[in-house]
C-alpha cells in the first residue's frame, strides 16, 4: 500500500494522461488531482458535477476486493437524485455505442458509497499501485471513458 503522498504522485502523473491524451475536438479538459484520485470535465473551469474520475475507494464499497479498489469512470454527482437519474438515462440512450468503445466492464447505476449520485464505471480490485505501468493503465482507460461518453452526454435528447 502507498501512502498520500505516492497516491498523489501518481494521480498526477494520471492527470498528465489526460491533458495529453484527451481528444482536442472536446476541449481542453479541466483536472483537478487530490490525495486520492483525479477528476476531469469539460466546460466552466469551476469543478462540475458531471465529471469522469479515477479514485482509490475502500474495499468496503467495492466487491470482490480485500483491501481496496480503483474506480474509473463517469459520474453524476448532482445535489438531487432526480438531476443524476437524467444525467444517466441520457447517456443510457446512447448505451450500443459507448458500449462498443468501452466493453463489458463498465457498470450503471448508483454510485458505489452514495446512493443519490449515479456512474458509469468500472472497478479494479486489489491494484499494485507500485506496479510500474499502473499510472498508464489509469489514464488512458479513464481517457477511453471520456472518448467514449463526452460526445454522448453532450448532445442532450
Known sequence: MTDRTTDRALFEQV???IRGSTPP???TPHVQVRHNGVKAWFGDPAPQREHYEAQIIPADIAPGTRTRAIEI???AEHRDEPDNEAALARLL???P???AELGDEPVTGVFLGRDVWRRISETWPDPDLAE???TFDIGVRLVDYI???EPHRRHRV
Open 15 to 17: 492527470g498528465e494522461i
Open 25 to 27: 475536438g472536446l476541449g
Open 73 to 75: 469512470g463517469f459520474h
Open 93 to 95: 440512450t446512447t448505451e
Open 97 to 99: 455505442a459507448w458500449r
Open 132 to 134: 510500474p505501468d499502473i
Open 147 to 149: 472518448r467514449a461518453l
